[in-house]
C-alpha cells in the first residue's frame, strides 16, 4: 500500500455509514450491540477477537461517601450484572471481567466471585447495609463519563441495577473529553468515574503500574506501600514464575481493597473491506499498513480507515 488516509470520524454509527457507503475501507470499531446485525449484513468483513485491554469504573477514594468505605464500594460491584450487560448494552462479543487484567487471546475468563447471581446480590446487599445504607437510608452517587452514546448506554444500564438491586440514587454527568479528563486525574468532584486501559505492551505491569502511589495516572487516589514494593519487585525481576507471581500478588491487593469496578474486557472489532488482505486480529489492535495489501491486481493502491 503506498498511501493510507486516516479520517477522523467521531461517532461509530458515521462510521459504519461511511464504510457502507464504500468510502472506508477499514474502521476503527464498530457501533455497540450491532456485531450479530453486521455478520449477517457483510459476510466475512467483520473481525472480531479478544484485545488485551479492559473497561472498569474507579472509585475517588479521597472523598466521601467511598473513602474509607469498601464494604460499600464491594456492595456497588457485587450488585452488577455483567453478563447482561456484555449481552444487551455492549453487545459485541465482550467477556465479563472480574478483575483489572483480562486474559491473553486462548486463556480461560476470570470467573466471579460468586457463579450464582442470587447469591451476588445476597453478599451486596449485606455489604451495603454493613456500609450503612439501606431502603430508608439510600446511597445518592455520582457517576461519570465522557460524553459518548456507548458510555450513556452503559452508565444508564449501571444505573438501573444499582436502583433495582440495592436501592441506589444515581446521578449521570457526562463531560467532554479534555474537561473529563483533567477532572478525573486532579479528583475534583468525582465520586465513580468511567475509565480502562489498552496495554501498551502483552504484560500485566502495564495495567497496574497506573495504580503506584506515585503514578500520574493514578485517579482514584489509591495508596498502598506494599502494592508498589510488589510492583517495584517484578519490574526488576526477570520473566518468570517469580515475576508473575509478584504481578499476581499486587493485582490480588489492589482487587481486595475494592479500588475499582471491573466490568468487561475489550474486544477488538473491524470491518475490513475485501478488497483489503493481509488483516488478521492482533490482542494490541495493531494493525501495520505494511502487513496489508490490496487483494487484486491493479487495484488502487491507497487505503482509508476510519480512526476516533
Known amino acids: 500500500i503506498d498511501e493510507v488516509r486516516l479520517h477522523v470520524i467521531e461517532y461509530p454509527s458515521a462510521e459504519l455509514n461511511r464504510y457502507a457507503a464504500g468510502e472506508l ?5 464498530i457501533p455497540p450491540g450491532q456485531a450479530e446485525r453486521l455478520a449477517k449484513l457483510y459476510p466475512g468483513q467483520l473481525h472480531i477477537g479478544p484485545a488485551y485491554a479492559s473497561f472498569y469504573y474507579g472509585y475517588n477514594l479521597d472523598r466521601p461517601p467511598l473513602k474509607n468505605n469498601p464494604a460499600l ?44 447471581t442470587q447469591e ?37 444500564a449501571v444505573a438501573a441495577q444499582w436502583r433495582q438491586n440495592l436501592g441506589v440514587q444515581t446521578r449521570l454527568r457526562h463531560e467532554e473529553w479534555k474537561v473529563f ?12 468515574f468511567r475509565a480502562g486501559w489498552v496495554a501498551d505492551y502483552v504484560d500485566p505491569i502495564s495495567f497496574l503500574e497506573g495504580f503506584a502511589s506515585d503514578s500520574p495516572l493514578n485517579a ?17 525481576s526477570t520473566l518468570g514464575a517469580e515475576r508473575s507471581q509478584l504481578l499476581q500478588a499486587a493485582e490480588e491487593r489492589l482487587l481486595a481493597a475494592q479500588v475499582i469496578l471491573p466490568i468487561y ?22 494493525h501495520p499498513s505494511s502487513e496489508l495489501h490490496f487483494c487484486g491486481a491493479g487495484a488502487d493502491t491507497s487505503t482509508t480507515a476510519g480512526t476516533r
Not at 449485606?126 to 463519563?145: K, N, T, V
Not at 479528563?181 to 465513580?192: D, I, Q, Y
Not at 482514584?220 to 526488576?236: E, K, V
Not at 474486557?265 to 495493531?286: I, N
Request: proline share 9%.
Open 25 to 29: 475501507h477499514l474502521t476503527e470499531t
Open 73 to 116: 464500594r464491594e456492595a456497588l460491584s457485587l450488585a452488577l450484572d455483567r453478563e447482561v450487560l456484555v449481552r444487551h448494552i455492549t453487545g459485541n462479543g465482550e467477556p465479563p471481567l472480574w478483575r483489572l487484567t483480562p486474559p491473553l487471546p486462548g486463556e480461560p475468563a476470570w470467573q466471579p466471585p460468586l457463579a450464582n
Open 120 to 156: 451476588r446480590h445476597a453478599l451486596a446487599r449485606q455489604r451495603y447495609a454493613e456500609a450503612g445504607y439501606g431502603p430508608d437510608h439510600p446511597l445518592q452517587i455520582e457517576l461519570r463519563y465522557n460524553t459518548s452514546l456507548s458510555h450513556r448506554r452503559l452508565a444508564l
Open 181 to 192: 479528563v483533567s477532572n478525573r486525574r486532579a479528583r475534583r468532584g468525582t465520586e465513580v
Open 220 to 236: 482514584t487516589g489509591y495508596r498502598d506501600p506494599a502494592f508498589d514494593a510488589l510492583l517495584r519487585a517484578a519490574s526488576q
Open 265 to 286: 474486557a475489550y474486544t477488538s472489532k473491524h470491518l475490513v473491506s475485501p478488497q483489503l488482505c493481509g488483516f488478521a486480529v492482533h490482542p494490541l489492535d495493531h
